[in-house]
């Protein structure tokens, strides 16, 4: 036993001994902002419940060494009933897995409770779910790991006001926050609300406020951020925000983490890796560890992109190199014996030069292209179409021999 949890583990005796109430023993943070998270599912998994089933602590142990070079330090997973329903003793042994190996590289675990369908609008059904919580918590309560527990993932999802389903589940996820309260008198329990709006449904509950934020504009990510902590401020709980990042919605990982730093919110991305459920969205490792976009690394670590008044722009053909990739291209496609082995050199000089200058998207990467075609037969109509498209993009790059921004640096200016 660590000597933090030992520590806890003895304040949390003599609290018993002093007749303290339960709710004063739990271990709540008062400040989150320093949570860096990530939710958790691995790449080749088609949803979270085949994720348990087809669990590899090899795999996870590799997926969390790309979290710690990160600067990760907490992790959200979403544990299905089913995955419990079906094999109990193996969900336990891989979940204790998952929090140990997190444990070793400084990274806390929330678990996300999931229900079977129809599990919270039955309320005969409910003492199921709390079995189902008593057992995660058998596995892992006393984990070091352990950092939170997350009650149900959006019962609000997704209208505003809540629907009358919607309440349904609210009413579920209220109850699984008293039941894990109960059984675990040691670790803050927390509800991902879809919405900022909808905390005060669950704040007077949870211990620690959690929402989710796919806001598409930078106004509206802070407005939202900002009436999550003035009600954080209202109820004096903390507060975390366990679900950013979405390509698709307008919500850049940059842009999102950089607007949750400056307030002060801690995070969670959805998600790290690129899964074949949601990775087309979202995801920021492929399994080979290769990254989606360079500007989500930068930006878990701080980094961004400058977008102010004064940026320096870049001059890609400062040195002439632009101007000679077009006139070396523009030969070469005139050449009717022009060389595969030539061509190809010449698509990645374009390539590199279009992706240093920030030229081009990056979508689907020149690089990519021209390394698929040096690894294939030979296809001179597919090389031809790649360096007419690089050319053409190129050429308005192109300076004149006499412009100011060409040449080196004076000799005096280091």
Known sequence: MSSKRLHAATLIALLLLAGVPASAQRRVPKNLSGVRGFNYMAAGGSGHLEHWQKYSAAETERDLDWAQRLQLNQMRVLIPYQAWAQDKAALKKNLQHLVRAANQRGIGVMPTLMYARGQAADKSLWPETRAFAADLISAVGKEPGLTFWDASNEPDCCALPPSPANRQRMEHALYMVKALQELDPVTPVTIGATFADNLPEYGDTEDVLSFHNYLPTRGAIAADIAKAKAYAAKVNKPLINTEIGCIARANPYDVALEEHMKAGVGWYIWELMITHSWGTIHGVFHPDGAI????????????????????????PDREGFVTRAVANNKKWLADAGATWERGLDLAEISANLLEAGQLIAMYDPPTRTVDLLRKGAPNMPALRGAIEKYTAILEPFQLPSNDPTRGRPPANSH
């Open 292 to 315: 989606r976009d360079p500007t989500i690394v930068a930006a878990l670590l701080g980094m961004f992109r400058d977008r102010h008044e004064d940026v320096m722009p870049s001059v």
